[in-house]
């Protein structure tokens, strides 16, 4: 529950002007398919408007010792391409449909996130599982990216005096905790982060049963069952995330998806 009002909270900031908070409690409608997937409907019919979710239970003090940043890494890698999609497609397609899209990850967990027109919501749908399953990723990918994410480090923490204070704040407060590991990650972790890291941490987080999808806006929990089972649905679990990473092989995603 604690999970669905923070999801709640960033419906309401992502929806402003269109939600009404005073209510939205009453318009919501939750469910869990077969895979394990939970699924939030959040209905607001006063526009022609969606947001489509995806939050996997997956950040930073998840990561294992030694590659920290390799969560919010992971969330940059996932606009590369896929078995299906180019780099880049998924952000081009959004916005050629007149949506817009982003990502942002915390310590416990990873969230991807389109608002389009309601009619859209089936394609968000389809290339959001694509990537849940389908991601193929390259050394070049690794190599360019991590330029992005050790410059996004520079101008967000190393040029800030505020930054670095509260980032050594944290790791003294949790000395034996992975809470006292920055979001973004170590430098010198961040330097070394490699294809098989990214990978693994992909493999062993990354599936239905590790994920809440939250949908808000013009639509009927009905459909949006009906549009999840057909699309998200065929997503395969992992029967355990401790050992998620030897399943990867057996994770593919049906035909049609």
Not at 144 to 155: A, D, F, K, L, S
Request: aromatic fraction near 10%; include cysteine.
């Amino acid at each position: 529950m604690q999970f669905f009002r923070f999801c709640l909270a960033w419906i309401g900031v992502l929806f402003i002007p269109m939600a009404a908070p005073a209510d939205i409690a009453d318009q919501v409608t939750d469910f869990t398919l077969d895979n394990g997937l939970q699924v939030v409907v959040i209905e607001d019919h006063r526009a022609s408007v969606v947001v489509h979710m995806l939050w996997y239970r997956a950040g930073s003090s998840d990561e294992p010792a030694g590659v920290s940043g390799i969560a919010h890494f992971l969330e940059h890698l996932l606009f590369k391409q896929t078995k299906t999609l180019e780099a880049g497609e998924f952000s081009r397609v959004v916005a050629e449909n007149g949506g817009s899209d982003n990502a942002f990850t915390s310590k416990d967990f990873t969230a991807y996130f389109q608002r389009v027109a309601a009619d859209r919501l089936d394609l968000m749908m389809q290339m959001e599982a694509d990537r849940m399953v389908n991601l193929d990723l390259s050394k070049e990918d690794i190599l360019t990216e991590r330029e992005v994410i050790i410059e996004e480090r520079n101008q967000r923490v190393e040029n800030s005096p505020g930054a670095l204070f509260r980032e050594q704040t944290t790791a003294a407060l949790f000395l034996n905790h992975r809470y006292g590991v920055t979001v973004i990650g170590w430098r010198h972790e961040m330097e070394k982060l490699s294809l098989s890291d990214a990978l693994d941490f992909y493999w062993q987080y990354y599936a239905p049963n590790n994920a809440v999808l939250v949908v808000a806006g013009d639509v009927r929990p009905d459909d949006v069952r009906q549009l999840a089972e057909k699309i998200t649905g065929l997503c395969p679990p992992i029967r355990s995330l401790a050992r998620a990473h030897a399943r990867k092989s057996r994770r593919k995603l049906p035909r049609g998806v």
